[in-house]
């Protein structure tokens, strides 16, 4: 038993100390034993690699844990109810299919991280709602100060009273065509924003990152954020950065606040409602 102790003491010190070393210091003390088997480089490197294995499962582990319960975390907040909505001319269809599952699409998720890149965007930030923050003042300096225009109807550029722009067209319209339309096509363009620069980065906003369609007390778009306190921040669309940040810092959360009166919740999966009993907290 001292000896099995011994080894797994030299295994714990294989992430201190170079490998080879402890490869070697564990040959030569295995050799002076005739009562076990010998054990050769390619064993105990093979029982070096089972105990890093065992560390990645539960990784792995603690992942989907934690996934879990976001999710009945988000559950408690929201129940779907989809509803089929006029979002373009001749298109009533679901409102999530707006999104057109951008996640996955890796063509434009790489021309919206070329042009995050020129605003500024840095390869690492403290945690997932550092980077939120700072892809969203990159947007909203963006159109604030390099747009000649930041707000126009769909009626004056679509003729049209209703009509959301993709993640996909709202960077054709606001990068390369350079021309800001209303509030729900700014949400798509900085939709589009945080997805790549949190798919670039690595983090996982499963259940964190809505967009929402507001009915009171004005028409809105926005998008909604999760973060790591369980605060839903507001991530505004007309408003500028001096409002977001201010309401950011602040921690407020914008579905125990005035937006309340939601026509839709929604992802790229389908839409939801708000829970009566959080609004009313």
């Known amino acids: ?5 011994k080894i797994i003491k030299r295994i714990d010190e294989y992430f201190s100390k170079n490998e080879n070393e ?10 002076n034993k005739n009562d076990i088997i010998t054990y050769n480089n390619k064993s105990i490197q093979t029982f070096i690699d089972t105990l890093k294995d065992r560390d990645l499962i539960i990784k792995d582990l603690s992942t989907k844990l934690n996934e879990l319960k976001n999710e009945l975390v988000f559950n408690k907040l929201f129940k779907e109810e989809e509803t089929k909505y006029k979002w373009k001319p001749g298109k009533t269809i679901y409102l999530h299919n707006s999104l057109e599952n951008f996640s996955e ?26 980077t939120v923050y700072k892809i969203v003042l990159l947007i909203q300096k963006y159109i604030n100060n390099t747009l000649l225009v930041d707000y126009k109807t769909d009626q ?16 054709d319209q606001y990068v390369t065509n350079e021309l800001a339309t209303d509030c729900e096509d700014t949400s798509a363009l900085l939709y589009g924003a945080i997805i790549s620069g949190l798919n670039y980065l690595g983090y996982d906003y499963n259940n964190r990152l809505l967009r929402v369609d507001i009915d009171f007390p004005v028409g809105h778009a926005v998008v909604a954020y999760q973060k790591s ?22 921690d407020k959360d914008m579905f125990k606040g005035v937006y309340t009166g939601l026509w839709h919740i929604f992802d790229e999966v389908t839409e939801y409602e708000l829970i009566h009993s959080y609004q009313r907290k």
């Open 229 to 250: 306190n369980g605060v839903w921040a507001c991530i505004e669309s007309t408003y500028g950065e001096a409002r977001f940040s201010k309401n950011w810092i602040r």
């Open 156 to 171: 004056e550029v679509f003729g049209t009273g209703e009509y959301w722009l993709s993640p996909r067209e709202a960077f």
């Open 1 to 5: 038993m001292e000896l099995i102790k």
């Open 105 to 130: 699409d890796t063509e434009y998720q790489e021309k919206y991280l070329a042009f995050l890149k020129t605003l500024g965007l840095k390869d690492s930030y403290k945690d997932i709602d550092e």
């Open 22 to 31: 402890i490869i070697d210091e564990l040959k030569i003390e295995l050799s």
